[in-house]
Antibody
Framework: QVQLVQSGAEVKKPGASVKVSCKAS????????MHWVRQAPGQGLEWLGM????????KYAQKFQGRVTMTGDTSTTTVYMDLGSLRSDDTAVYYC????????????WGQGTLVTVSS | DIQMTQSPSSLSASVGDRVTITCRAS??????LNWYQQKPGKAPNLLIY???SLQSGVPSRFSGSGSGTDFTLTISSLQPEDFATYFC?????????FGQGTKVEIK
């Protein structure tokens, strides 16, 4: 079955960087775009950006331009999201999600990775 | 960016009630509107895509309607496992944007 498995929780200091991985299985990795979405504690969902694992093409939310980098490794069917210059308000659960269908909806999602930024 | 406005932000309902959640887009998004359910500590789960298509495995008590700027998610007869938070999302363009969520609580 289609599955996205993310790396474990991270604790980082302000100013540091974090790299979250998302390993895909159960489908052809290069066929589907992958998105990253985050959710701060008790808050809504915020889109960070997307990657085409086949070409490496990325598109980022303007808010995160210059701070986020998304990459993919076809040999391990894994995508990565690297967020730098971390601040306390980057504390959130980060999700990867596969884009599917002509409607470009997200299915499935990874289980989430909690990133805590604290001094 | 397309703004998505959900209402209400929360509601209390009883098992068996009919529940309706609305989502309004700040511009025409055709049928590029999706609904997700999220339970505490879990990732969102796709319920409805392209406004009215039921995701495989989702109970038929869930339905979606609308096009353009106004959309509705309906639960025809609320079940105990439906108490959760629901989000709408537009997939018309990037940045993908979400409604702020509707928390459905037990009355």
């Amino acid at each position: 079955q289609v599955q996205l498995v993310q790396s474990g929780a991270e604790v980082k200091k302000p100013g540091a960087s974090v790299k979250v991985s998302c390993k895909a299985s159960g489908y052809t990795f290069t066929t589907y775009y992958m998105h990253w979405v985050r959710q701060a504690p008790g808050q809504g969902l915020e889109w960070l950006g997307m990657i085409n694992p086949n070409t490496g093409m990325t598109k980022y939310a303007q808010k995160f331009q210059g701070r986020v980098t998304m990459t993919g490794d076809t040999s391990t069917t894994t995508v990565y999201m690297d967020l730098g210059s971390l601040r306390s308000d980057d504390t959130a659960v980060y999700y990867c999600a596969r884009e599917r269908g002509a409607g470009h909806y997200f299915d499935p999602w990874g289980q989430g990775t909690l990133v805590t930024v604290s001094s | 960016d397309i703004q998505m406005t959900q209402s209400p932000s929360s509601l209390s309902a009883s098992v068996g009630d009919r529940v309706t959640i609305t989502c309004r887009a700040s511009q025409d998004i055709s049928k590029y509107l999706n609904w997700y359910q999220q339970k505490p500590g879990k990732a969102p789960n796709l319920l409805i895509y392209t406004a009215s298509s039921l995701q495989s495995g989702v109970p038929s008590r869930f339905s979606g309607s609308g096009s353009g700027t106004d959309f509705t998610l309906t639960i025809s007869s609320l079940q105990p496992e439906d108490f959760a938070t629901y989000f709408c999302q537009q997939s018309f363009n990037t940045p993908r944007t979400f409604g702020q969520g509707t928390k459905v609580e037990i009355k």
